[in-house]
């Protein structure tokens, strides 16, 4: 594993954003898989800048992201699609065709799933893939349990996630109570892993999933067999390390 250490969240993103970047550049036509949360808010801005300057060209760059929360328009604030959206797709010249993120309206989301690994596979696996991570460990919305799941499913969210992510909402009983996520397979297949971490509250989270036991009750434990892992974080999440 990598591991870079950033002064302050600015660095960390921009540090975070030049790995994605390199991606773009060597790679036009790559598969990025992304991730939403607090934490990859700053690279994304980065990443809209450098397009700016005309740095970057996404006009061939697929996309998949990790989870999507079940019940929740595209258009909701809060759904992923809309972060995603408004993060990153609509100031880029992504095209929206290429851009995947499971549908959170959809009828059947255990068929979703699947039609998600689907897209997975036909777009050939993922060649990067971002991950924030939880309090818990969680990885996507992969929750602490007692087996790693696989592939793209349907989970509860634990109390601590809905807590967590209740800040975005009106209200706790606003969250969703399930979402779908990329399993632990999908993720462990991505060619790369770039973690992004920030904050003295991930540290003991991080210290955990780094050098602590391989166990599904902290999901991100399992990136530690992962061959091609790079943790980008500032100082302060690292500061356990
Ligand atoms: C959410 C997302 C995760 C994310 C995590 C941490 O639950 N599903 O993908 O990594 O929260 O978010 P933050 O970066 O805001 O701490």
Not at 36 to 47: H, R, V
């Amino acid at each position: 594993m990598k591991i870079y250490a950033a002064n302050d969240y600015k660095q960390m993103s921009r540090q975070a954003a030049n790995i994605l970047s390199a991606h773009v550049i060597l790679k036009p036509d790559c598969v990025l898989g992304l991730a939403t949360g607090s934490t990859p808010i700053g690279m994304y801005k980065q990443l809209v800048d450098w397009y700016n300057k005309g740095d970057l060209d996404f006009s061939q760059v697929k996309s998949v992201n990790l989870d999507e929360y079940v019940g929740l328009a595209p258009t909701h604030d809060q759904s992923y699609r809309y972060f995603m959206q408004t993060n990153l797709f609509d100031h880029v010249n992504i095209d929206p065709a290429n851009t995947n993120v499971p549908n959170g309206l959809a009828e059947d989301p255990e068929a979703e799933c699947r039609r998600y690994n689907q897209v997975i596979r036909d777009l050939g696996g993922i060649d990067v893939q971002v991950l924030g991570m939880g309090h818990n460990g969680h990885i996507g919305f992969n929750e602490p349990e007692e087996a790693f799941e696989l592939e793209t499913h349907v989970v509860n969210l634990t109390e601590s996630t809905i807590r967590a992510n209740a800040r975005f909402f009106a209200s706790e009983d606003e969250v969703p109570k399930k979402a779908m996520t990329m399993g632990i397979k999908s993720i462990m297949q991505a060619r790369q892993i770039l973690v992004v971490v920030s904050g003295e509250d991930k540290a003991d989270i991080v210290k955990r999933a780094f050098t602590g036991p391989v166990t599904p009750n902290v999901p991100a434990s399992i990136l530690q067999m992962h061959p091609n892992v790079v943790l980008v974080g500032d100082k302060a999440a690292l500061s356990k390390l």
